[in-house]
């Protein structure tokens, strides 16, 4: 069964607009969670790291104010993508780490139009 | 800079053929090597990963065979099928609950 469980999968949004996205670990505790992006037909890359209780780490490039990060509890972070913009559309997937293994939520595909 | 380097970006098998996905590193320090593989649509799933300590690692159909001194560790698929058509990605990490660079991702179709 899934461990970590990503929602929506699916969400299409106005420009302008915020979404948010939600990433759980499913039975397990996961203190740092990490969230990734992915183009159409490109490897995913690392947008930031979630820890609970504190600040989100981003990766070169990715604007803090823009992806905001909550992990406001030892299983779930939330991703938000504020002011939406078309070239935002992408595929968000996020990640926690079970017994030293990474394991991968379903992904959402953002569709802003 | 790619850190980990991954060959070939798309690959056509036959039925029953054997094919095989390559990747490079260069941080020493990485010590997890996992392969995933990825539907359209869907999150990346965990195949098979192997630690630096072991040269081959076998589950199912999936072996990976890692090279510690070349730095270089890959995936062969037996007996492929059509439904092992997907994306596949190698990946590396350093230490647990760390993220994972991956590589650029293999293209694989298999036909019958």
């Known amino acids: 069964g899934a461990v970590v469980s990503q929602h929506p999968s699916r969400v299409i949004c106005k420009s302008g607009t915020s979404v948010k996205i939600e990433c759980r670990s499913l039975?397990?505790?996961?203190?740092?969670m990490f969230w990734y992006r992915q183009f159409p037909k490109q490897s995913l890359m690392l947008m930031a790291t979630s820890n609970e209780g504190s600040k989100a780490t981003y990766e070169q490039g990715v604007e803090k104010d823009k992806f905001l990060i909550n992990h406001a509890s030892l299983t779930l972070s939330t991703l938000t993508v504020t002011s939406a913009h078309p070239e935002d559309s992408s595929f968000y997937i996020c990640?926690?780490?079970?017994?030293?293994?990474?394991?991968f939520g379903q992904g959402t595909r953002l569709t802003v139009v | 800079q790619q850190q980990v380097k991954q060959s070939p970006q798309s690959l056509i098998v036959q039925k029953g053929g054997i094919p095989i996905i390559n990747c490079a590193y260069e941080n020493t320090a990485f010590d997890y090597f996992p392969w995933y593989q990825q539907f359209p649509g869907k999150g990346p799933a965990l195949l098979i990963a192997i630690r630096p300590d072991v040269s081959e690692k076998k589950e199912g159909r999936f072996t990976i065979s890692f090279n510690k001194s070349a730095k270089q560790f890959s995936l062969h698929i037996m007996d492929s099928q059509p439904g092992d058509s997907a994306t596949y990605f190698c990946?590396?990490?350093?230490?647990?609950?760390?993220?994972?660079?991956f590589g650029k991702g293999t293209r694989l179709s298999v036909i019958a």
């Open positions: 990946a590396a990490s350093i230490l647990r609950n760390t993220p994972l660079v």
């Open positions: 039975d397990f505790q996961a203190t740092t």
């Open positions: 990640s926690a780490t079970l017994a030293g293994v990474p394991f």
